[in-house]
């Protein structure tokens, strides 16, 4: 299975972006989907996932109420909706299959997508 993030860039404090990633293969529905950040200096880390059928959803404390996750298995896409973004959300975000809710990633990374928030 081949991920391709994109939808990242460079915006101001306050603003949105929409993050989608793209999955080859036929087992996208299969696994419940993550999407992750790496900061400059900092370790990886899962800010929101979402079950197999898109009704489960949870999310780390740092983006509730303003990151909302969604998934498209009919186009193999899951997305990102980030509203009010704010400069500590500047990372590379990345997404991936889940080997369990909350558990560690299945596939290989892609190259992720820049997202940058400007004071």
């Known amino acids: 299975v081949q991920l391709v993030e994109s939808g990242g860039g460079l915006v101001q404090a306050g603003d949105s972006l929409r993050l989608s990633c793209a999955a080859s293969g036929s087992t996208f529905s299969i696994n419940a989907m993550g999407w992750f950040r790496q900061a400059p200096g900092k370790q990886r880390e899962l800010v929101a996932l979402i079950g197999r059928t898109g009704s489960l959803v949870q999310y780390t404390d740092s983006v509730k109420g303003r990151f909302t996750i969604s998934r498209d298995n009919a186009k193999n896409t899951m997305y990102l909706r980030m509203n009010n973004l704010k400069p500590e959300d500047t990372a590379v975000y990345y997404c991936?299959?889940?080997?369990?809710?909350?558990?560690?990633?299945?596939?290989?990374w892609g190259q992720g997508t820049q997202v940058t928030v400007s004071s």
């Open positions: 991936n299959a889940l080997r369990s809710w909350g558990g560690s990633p299945l596939y290989s």
